[in-house]
């Protein structure tokens, strides 16, 4: 590996790590397309920045392009609390808007901006080590690095130091308001953070890779993990992974960097989208279709327990009553049989005992709402899950 | 350019009439159809959806080889189905909600586009160049062809809300009791929303992936505000959406160097402010004046009561008494006297106010919850 090389590759982890940390709040505070709408919003920022500075890399182009994504929360929050349209209209509103003022600065001073809305949107990694930050003629590194290792110092900081009331607030704003933490502070806080990361990170990677490593990797976390720390810990490292792996697909393909760590990115939530324990699409799947037959079952003994009369209780007369598919109801009874909760005796079926205890304590549970105890319940009688 | 040029060039030059026809369309393709989005607080949908369309292009144009602008568009409008289903399929099924469901597709969908896209400019081929304009919009390569496409896109989408009418406005403002009428709900949905990645798909060349969903919203957003009644902000979100096409691309002729994706979205945004603050029912303006009108007749009544309370005293109630002693009382000015006097609710002889019978009625069912005692 080249110096070259390992450079991107640090960037471009820390820039996941720094993205990971505020887009696990902004996930879990279902405001996830506010990192989009920064993301996109900075560019008059940048612009005007960009003409007042002439170095993408200032701290002030920094701080004006975060400040016009600040802008956008508070337009958006404006306009929501206006009551006119919905929250997620007013950022469909406010951002083109902003985007399109920043395309129209840049083409009104065409000649004398070299500032291309493609590099914005896109940005190039490849090109981040050659803007070198030169300290008394000593050359200490790329400039992105610094930058983006300022900001994710600072967010490491402003996260250690208020930890328990962006938890609080994230997830009981009421409670936190109580105990004195002032929910807007903390919310234009964490906005503050998340322009001034998507800015940092703009000029590395690109708005759309700042979108995806701040919403992709928390929530794939979230899908596997429901413990905040740990969440912020597995966010972490799945950016870096992205970042790692979608680095060499990169080399391996000569392809766009940021393209290739956002697909990494891509195909592993796919990945975890399907396989995930106990939230993922298959396990999803499975256990609906578990809760539908034991749902049946339940109809079924429950059908039983009415009807004390040998007519209601024969087997075909059960196919009719019901009105259940041949396949259906057989597996129905086999699984009541497995469970020892029926008998069948000349295709007459009647409850055992057990299946008597089950469906009264199901029904009673039903009666007095509280079908969430019958989960419970299952996992007693139950030998075999359907 | 002046306005009389620029009126004659309309008529006689065929670039501009194409590109101004063929905006003023698109605008009213999304404003119909973006109502629907803005009502189903899928708002945001377009925006992912017009991310999520470019891997799709990018397909269409590596299998063709060429730059056919209907492969490509469906390409965009397959890629676009994918991306969607794949959004309602994550928010359904995980407790990913609707919001990062969005973000994911949009940066992924796009992200993997790029990737894509340097294989494509890695490729000796010349037109490959015609790829950028998807990205950022350029009205200015409309040829009549598109215009064709746009105008059946929009017969399709009119027909079809016509046949649906009554099925998609009890959809949209009672989905229960539209199940429960035995529409098919689902077939409604994908009916809709294929119509919604259409219209996006189909303004992409136009405007351009970023600014695509202000296009989709804007003009219902601002139509919203003049009427509660579907059919007219249709109408409304048609009409703005036209005009902002029409004006958004004069701007851009008259003024070089300035492209039409953004102009478009600036003159959608100026309707959509202009109803926000003047539309007489919603409006932020009416709304403060309304506001300021209650809390003066509120202080009105404030003063009023306290010289009910005052007159009650007194045998007649018409018994002069001082200004003066008024003064110490919130609420109280010489304008809010004058205003009493013009509602004939007392009369002001110098530096005396007596209450009349009407202001003595008035005052003693002020806060009589009974009668009505608005006026």
Redesign the interface.
């Given at each position: 590996m080249t110096s070259a090389q390992i450079e991107i590759q640090l960037i471009a982890c820390i820039v996941a790590v720094a993205c990971a940390i505020p887009g696990t709040f902004l996930?879990l505070r279902?405001?996830?397309?506010i990192?989009?709408a920064i993301s996109?919003s900075i560019l008059p920022g940048i612009v005007v920045g960009f003409f007042l500075t002439e170095d993408l890399n200032s701290p002030w182009l920094i701080l004006l392009a975060a400040f016009s994504g600040i802008i956008t929360v508070v337009l958006v929050e404006y306009?929501q609390k206006?009551g006119?349209?919905?929250e997620?209209?007013a950022?469909?509103?406010v951002f083109?808007?902003m985007?399109?003022?920043g395309?129209?600065l840049i083409?009104?001073n065409?000649g004398d901006v070299h500032l291309d809305?493609?590099a914005v949107?896109?940005g190039e990694l490849a090109f981040a080590p050659f803007d070198r930050l030169i300290i008394n003629g000593m050359d200490v590194g790329p400039k992105s690095l610094w930058v983006i290792g300022t900001i994710l110092l600072l967010t490491l900081t402003l996260l250690i130091t208020f930890f328990k009331e962006l938890k609080i607030s994230t997830f009981d704003t009421q409670l936190a308001a109580t105990l004195g933490f002032s929910p807007v502070i903390i919310h234009y806080g964490l906005m503050t953070v998340a322009s001034v990361t998507t800015v940092g990170a703009f000029d590395a990677v690109g708005a759309?890779?700042v979108?995806?490593l701040?919403?992709?990797p928390p929530?794939m976390a979230?899908?596997l993990i429901k413990d905040l720390k740990r969440m912020l810990v597995l966010s972490a490292v799945f950016g870096i992974i992205g970042a790692l792996l979608g680095y060499w697909v990169?080399h391996w393909?000569?392809?766009?960097i940021?393209?290739?760590?956002?697909?990494v990115?891509?195909v592993l939530?796919f990945f975890i989208?399907l396989l995930?324990p106990n939230?993922?699409?298959i396990s999803?799947?499975y256990r609906q279709r578990r809760q539908k037959v034991e749902v049946h079952l339940l109809t079924f003994l429950l059908h039983l327990q009415n009807h004390t009369e040998k007519s209601e209780r024969h087997i075909n007369h059960l196919y009719e009553h019901i009105n259940w598919h041949k396949v259906k109801a057989q597996s129905v009874l086999d699984l009541a049989l497995k469970n020892n909760m029926i008998t069948i005796e000349d295709s007459i079926i009647s409850l055992t005992e057990k299946g008597e205890t089950f469906t009264s304590e199901a029904i009673n549970y039903i009666i007095t709402n509280k079908s969430a105890a019958i989960e419970e319940m299952k996992d007693r009688f139950f030998l075999f899950r359907g | 350019m002046s306005v009389q040029e620029y009126f004659s060039l309309v008529v006689t030059d065929y670039t501009l009439r194409t590109i101004t026809l063929g905006t003023a369309i698109l605008g009213i393709v999304c404003g119909m159809l973006g109502s629907f989005a803005?009502l189903r607080?899928?708002?945001?949908l377009?925006?992912a959806i017009s991310?999520a369309a470019l891997p799709g292009i990018v397909i269409a144009f590596l299998i063709s080889g060429a730059k056919n602008s209907n492969m490509l568009l469906i390409g965009a409008l397959v890629s676009g189905l994918v991306g969607t289903f794949w959004i309602s399929?994550?928010v359904k099924?995980?407790?990913?909600?609707s919001?990062?469901a969005?973000?994911?597709i949009?940066?992924?969908?796009?992200?993997?586009?790029?990737?894509?896209?340097?294989?494509v400019q890695?490729m000796p081929n010349a037109q490959q160049a015609g790829l950028?304009k998807y990205?950022?919009g350029q009205a200015a390569t409309l040829v009549e062809s598109d215009v064709w496409l746009m105008a059946i896109v929009m017969g399709v989408s009119l027909l079809v809300l016509l046949l649906f009418w009554k099925e998609f406005k009890v959809q949209h403002f009672d989905p229960d009791y539209s199940k429960s009428l035995g529409f098919n709900t689902r077939f409604l949905d994908v009916i809709m929303t294929t119509l919604i990645v259409l219209a996006i798909v189909i303004g992409l060349q136009t405007v351009g992936v970023?600014?695509m969903?202000?296009m989709?919203?804007?003009p219902a957003?601002a139509a919203?505000?003049w009427t509660n009644n579907l059919g007219i902000m249709i109408f409304l979100a048609a009409v703005f959406g036209a005009l902002s096409g029409i004006f958004g691309t004069a701007i851009s002729a008259t003024s070089n160097?300035?492209?039409t994706?953004?102009?478009i979205?600036?003159v959608a945004?100026v309707f959509?402010v202009i109803s926000?603050v003047f539309s007489p029912g919603?409006g932020?303006l009416f709304r403060e004046i309304r506001h300021w009108k209650n809390r003066n007749d509120l202080q009105l009544h404030k003063t009023l009561h306290f010289m009910y309370e005052i007159a009650k005293t007194h045998e007649d109630i018409s018994h002069p008494h001082k200004v003066k002693i008024l003064n110490n009382f919130q609420g109280y000015t010489r304008n809010s006297l004058k205003n009493l006097e013009d509602r004939e609710y007392i009369t002001v002889d110098g530096a005396m106010w007596s209450l009349t019978q009407k202001g003595y009625n008035k005052a003693m069912n002020l806060y009589n919850q009974q009668e009505n005692s608005y006026d």
């Open positions: 996930v279902r405001m996830a397309m990192s989009d996109h306009i206006t006119l349209v919905k997620d209209t950022i469909g509103l083109p808007s985007f399109s003022i395309v129209i083409a009104k065409a809305v493609d949107l896109l759309i890779l979108v995806a701040m919403i992709a929530a979230y899908l990169a393909l000569d392809a766009s940021a393209g290739s760590i956002t697909t990115l891509g939530f989208y995930a939230s993922g699409l999803v799947l | 803005v607080k899928q708002s945001l377009g925006d991310h399929g994550i099924k995980t407790h990913l909600k919001d990062t969005l973000g994911l949009l940066s992924l969908f796009f992200g993997f586009g790029m990737l894509l896209l340097t294989f890695k950028d990205l950022f970023v600014l969903s202000a989709l919203l804007a957003a919203r505000q160097n300035l492209s994706g953004p102009l979205v600036l945004a959509v926000f919603r932020l």
